[in-house]
T-cell receptor, first 108, second 112 residues
Framework: GIQVEQSPPDLILQEGANSTLRCNFS?????LQWFHQNPWGQLINLFY???GTKQNGRLSATTVATERYSLLYISSSQTTDSGVYFCAVDTGRRALTFGSGTRLQVQP | DTAVSQTPKYLVTQMGNDKSIKCEQN?????MYWYKQDSKKFLKIMFS???????INETVPNRFSPKSPDKAHLNLHINSLELGDSAVYFC???????????FGQGTRLTVV
């Protein structure tokens, strides 16, 4: 099956800093999503981005499907950005394969 | 107006018991899923249902039986619970296109 690798596994930032999270995947996909799992365990949809670039406030994402990677940018980080960020992909079999996540801690 | 809702949110039960988790979506999606998140936060697909038909069963023990009474509901019944079943179980739903999945708030199952 498809492999999904996320980096870095852990990230500690000071409030206000910017960061880039990376997701590499091993096969063509028809779905790529970024999620934020907050400290209460909720999985929050950030982006549906099988290709191209999207922005939502301080967050933006880019997927280069031909090179099989996606990047999530967080600018001016806030303590509420803390949690685990997951990349998940689907090759068309109607199920997401998740990466192991990037654990982000934003310190005040 | 919760899009994907699961009940209960927490479930504590003894080994050997049978329990069910319910899921409902009001998004009009035709595909529903169950995912399991283990203690290391790793998320893995268990089942996918499309229009009430099982399309993915990811080598899950027979003690787990999903039931889809209609397109908007997908319940998970677990027989003879074991300690290793302790995890967070997430329900999700999506359309065929775009296949963006939306998740419920999760059910934390603890088997003691």
């Amino acid at each position: 099956g498809i492999q999904v690798e996320q980096s870095p596994p852990d990230l500690i930032l000071q409030e206000g800093a910017n960061s880039t999270l990376r997701c590499n995947f091993s096969d063509s996909v028809n779905n790529l999503q970024w999620f934020h799992q907050n400290p209460w365990g909720q999985l929050i949809n950030l982006f549906y981005i099988p290709s191209g670039t999207k922005q939502n406030g301080r967050l933006s994402a880019t997927t280069v499907a031909t090179e099989r990677y996606s990047l999530l940018y967080i600018s001016s980080s806030q303590t509420t950005d803390s949690g685990v960020y997951f990349c998940a992909v689907d090759t068309g079999r109607r199920a997401l394969t998740f990466g192991s996540g990037t654990r982000l801690q934003v310190q005040p | 107006d919760t899009a994907v809702s699961q009940t209960p949110k927490y479930l504590v039960t003894q080994m050997g018991n049978d329990k069910s988790i319910k899921c409902e979506q009001n998004l009009g999606h035709d595909t529903m899923y169950w995912y399991k998140q283990d203690s290391k936060k790793f998320l893995k697909i268990m089942f996918s249902y499309n229009n009430k038909e099982l399309i993915i069963n990811e080598t899950v023990p027979n003690r787990f039986s999903p039931k889809s009474p209609d397109k908007a509901h997908l319940n998970l019944h677990i027989n003879s619970l074991e300690l290793g079943d302790s995890a967070v179980y997430f329900c999700a739903s999506s359309q065929v296109q775009p296949p963006e999945a939306f998740f419920g708030q999760g059910t934390r199952l603890t088997v003691v």
